[in-house]
């Protein structure tokens, strides 16, 4: 069986939902954002990536986002919406932002979620823990959405597509579900 450093980090990586408060190093930072920019891309390189390490800004995003999945039309984010210990950040950090733009010729949301699993994959090489969060992009639907935007400087006619919390992990030992079976089919 042929194993190297890519397949282990592969296999390993798991959603991370608890942090410490402690900031991530610059250079971990500048790692995992360069590893998105060389995600493949059908758009031209026409995404932008949106660093967050203000920490009140954080918690007005989650804030935000929590009231908007209120109004959702969706039972389990309605509740999570309402669940006063739900962070959907799960504390940590640092986030980013995917957005792509609205005038590329053809949708960016595959660019975007090349980009963000190129972001998962390199925090857990350098020992970081992630997870991706939809939740979060649902403070652009809230009343605050437009001023949110502009406060995090999203580039006009960019969609935020995606994003991923950074930070250490608060345990070390995560559980790797076992992989379901008949998900391949082979034709040979
Ligand atoms: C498009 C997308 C959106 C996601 N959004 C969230 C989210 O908002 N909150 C969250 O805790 N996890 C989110 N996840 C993480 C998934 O729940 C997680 O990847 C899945 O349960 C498999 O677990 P693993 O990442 O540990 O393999 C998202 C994953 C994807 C691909």
């Given at each position: 069986m042929i194993v190297n450093e890519t397949l282990k980090i592969i296999q390993q990586r798991r959603s991370i939902r608890s942090y410490q408060e402690e900031q991530i190093k610059e250079e971990e930072l500048q790692v995992v954002l360069e590893a998105g920019l060389y995600a493949p891309n059908?758009?031209?390189?026409?995404w932008h990536f949106t660093a967050v390490q203000n920490r009140a800004l954080l918690e007005r995003l989650n804030l935000a986002a929590k009231e908007a999945a209120r109004q959702m039309p969706i039972e389990f984010l309605k509740e999570l919406g309402n669940n006063?210990?739900?962070?959907c950040l799960y504390g940590a950090p640092t986030l980013i932002i995917v957005s792509g733009s609205e005038?590329?010729?053809?949708?960016l949301d595959a660019d975007c979620a090349a980009a963000t699993q190129n972001l998962l994959l390199a925090a857990e090489s350098i020992g970081l823990g992630s997870c991706w969060i939809?939740?979060?992009?649902m403070a652009f639907d809230s009343p605050q959405g437009p001023a949110l935007r502009r406060e995090l400087k999203?580039?006009?006619?960019?969609?935020?597509y995606d994003s991923v919390v950074l930070g250490y992990k608060r345990d070390a030992t995560v559980h790797v579900p076992e992989r379901k079976p008949n998900l391949i089919t082979y034709i040979r």
């Open positions: 059908a758009g031209d390189q026409a006063d210990h739900f962070n005038r590329a010729p053809m949708p939809y939740f979060v992009l999203i580039p006009v006619d960019y969609k935020p």
